[in-house]
């Protein structure tokens, strides 16, 4: 059936005017081979953030015309909302899923940017994996300034757009788009009320201070529970794996006499993660995602 | 893509002839909302085991269609073969893997079985789910006496078909159809070549010498490895949970000093079984399904 799967998450920075969120995500929903899994508008960031999934072509062709509704529907001159922003599409990741490389993605990518700045006269960056040096791999370094201080940023030489012309587009700004791997939101909860030992163990797996690769962590609070969660979002499960890192916590976690009492993943995740959890646990060492039945439906 | 799904798995009397196999197997790959994904011809069984999996409509209809098929072009008059068989379709179970329930299973091999005997003239018995009477559950009582023995055996009142005439379809026998739950075949590997360690620990986890309800289970010796294996049948997954099993193979092994060096699943599994098994070791007790992001592509 699908051949190869993309996901694609766009950021369209419009939260209010639903008459517009609708207009924007209708390709999503009539293209053969793209489906969109939802979309959530936010009214204080004034932004919808848009998941779909599908076949690369299909998916690729879907934002594109999504896109031009966006451009022809947002006038960024007149946006304000809480979040950081400098395009009517502001950003556009693609994720892969299924028969996929990062290379493909990544190729994809490229071709969409290059497409989206020929058709609609658009300056477009390329992030992550996509990004041409290592001072563009971050969203948030190309981003600053945002729609009112791209105006001038984006003369500058260092941050000549990947394709499109090198001034913003008037009403639609400028889009960011790239690859990267599928994020896992994870959630460790433990049997105390001491943040501290939730910070400490954030730090223990983390990459910014000496943990994992793939790994960002902090401690929170849960007051109603009255216990502490160490909240994990997993940027590459496929090289730091789910298991690795709940067995990490488990065992900082008892230096301190706490154990894990449970733990959540917010929103969706790739089946390889839990199917690589499972491997691990039971010493499956040799089981192939193929032998999934609902995986071979998809192909 | 998909709001239910159900697995079916035919088997046709007819190993050796791979034009008329063909010929069989055709409807399953032509049928929109079908898909085959196995067909395993046995030439020392004379027999065909073919795994099609979908829409419980497509996959009924293209069923139908091969089975006339296989009427058509097997003669089991002339069928010789080292499985028991009584039917040019003998036997076919239908799995609900997705979005239905063992009795929308049911239902669906009831009214198969009664078109296929008003479609061919052929006597048809419902079978483990779908069996009218605890005696018809099991598919060696009903099968007994094979096709040279039904001849006489149908006219027993005891073995009245379900549904279609009294005496055997000249050249097709008759059919066997119902619904169960997927099988998960899961063997674990041990560190010693004792077999009376595996013998042991078999008759600890299957239900006909006391232990779990779903699970069968033996004790093989892998020579070439050296070790021995506890081979399982898991006949429901749902209500014995592999990881269940895992520990329980665990802890009876420790008894001896043995450890579990190993484990393998032969051939498919649904998601659910493995995601189950994930949810247990991480303590994601909250997880749905619908949060695995390919499951979302075949609603």
Same mark, same amino acid.
């Given at each position: 059936?699908?051949?190869?799967?993309?996901?694609?998450?766009?950021?369209?920075?419009?939260?209010?005017?639903?008459?517009?969120?609708?207009?924007?995500?209708?390709?999503?929903?009539?293209?053969?081979?793209?489906?969109?899994?939802?979309?959530?508008?936010?009214?204080?960031?004034?932004?919808?953030?848009?998941?779909?999934?599908?076949?690369?072509?299909?998916?690729?062709?879907?934002?594109?015309?999504? %896109?031009?509704?966006?451009? @022809?529907?947002?006038?960024?001159?007149?946006?304000?909302?809480?979040?950081?922003?400098?395009? %009517?599409?502001?950003?556009?990741?693609?994720?892969?899923?299924?028969?996929?490389?990062?290379?493909?993605?990544?190729?994809?990518?490229? $071709?969409?940017?290059?497409?989206?700045?020929?058709?609609?006269?658009?300056?477009?960056? /390329?992030?992550?994996?996509?990004?041409?040096?290592?001072?563009?791999?971050?969203?948030?370094?190309?981003?600053?300034? @945002?729609?009112?201080?791209?105006?001038?940023?984006?003369?500058?030489?260092?941050?000549?757009?990947?394709?499109?012309?090198?001034?913003?587009?008037?009403?639609?700004?400028?889009?960011?788009?790239?690859?990267?791997?599928?994020?896992?939101?994870?959630?460790?909860?433990?049997?105390?009320?001491?943040? @501290?030992?939730?910070?400490?163990?954030?730090?223990?797996?983390?990459?910014?201070?000496?943990?994992?690769?793939?790994?960002?962590?902090?401690?929170?609070?849960?007051?109603?529970?009255?216990?502490?969660?160490?909240?994990?979002?997993?940027?590459?499960?496929?090289?730091?794996?789910?298991?690795?890192?709940? @067995?990490?916590?488990?065992?900082?976690?008892?230096?301190?006499?706490?154990?894990?009492?449970?733990?959540?993943?917010?929103? /969706?995740?790739?089946? $390889?993660?839990?199917?690589?959890?499972?491997?691990?646990?039971?010493?499956?060492?040799?089981?192939?995602?193929?032998?999934? /039945?609902?995986?071979?439906?998809?192909?």
């Amino acid at each position: 059936m699908f051949d190869k799967i993309v996901e694609c998450v766009p950021n369209f920075s419009e939260g209010r005017d639903l008459e517009v969120i609708q207009k924007i995500i209708a390709p999503f929903i009539k293209t053969e081979g793209a489906k969109l899994l939802d979309y959530m508008p936010d009214k204080d960031h004034n932004r919808v953030v848009v998941t779909v999934i599908g076949e690369p072509k299909a998916v690729a062709q879907a934002l594109i015309e999504a %896109a031009g509704i966006a451009i @022809e529907n947002i006038d960024m001159t007149k946006h304000k909302g809480g979040h950081p922003r400098m395009g %009517a599409m502001d950003v556009v990741p693609f994720i892969p899923i299924k028969n996929m490389t990062m290379d493909e993605a990544v190729a994809l990518s490229k $071709e969409v940017a290059e497409e989206l700045s020929k058709l609609y006269d658009l300056p477009t960056y /390329l992030y992550e994996k996509a990004a041409a040096s290592p001072a563009r791999e971050n969203l948030a370094n190309i981003r600053k300034g @945002e729609f009112e201080g791209f105006k001038e940023k984006i003369k500058e030489p260092l941050w000549k757009p990947d394709f499109g012309p090198s001034e913003i587009h008037p009403t639609a700004g400028a889009t960011v788009v790239g690859a990267r791997m599928p994020l896992v939101a994870f959630n460790i909860n433990l049997n105390t009320n001491n943040i @501290e030992i939730a910070n400490h163990i954030s730090k223990c797996i983390r990459h910014i201070s000496g943990g994992f690769r793939f790994v960002k962590a902090m401690g929170v609070e849960l007051t109603e529970k009255g216990i502490v969660q160490v909240s994990i979002n997993m940027t590459d499960y496929s090289k730091s794996a789910l298991y690795r890192i709940f @067995e990490t916590v488990k065992f900082e976690a008892a230096r301190y006499g706490v154990q894990i009492v449970g733990s959540e993943i917010i929103g /969706l995740t790739p089946m $390889e993660a839990l199917v690589d959890t499972a491997k691990y646990y039971l010493k499956l060492n040799e089981f192939k995602m193929d032998q999934v /039945l609902e995986y071979r439906l998809l192909e």
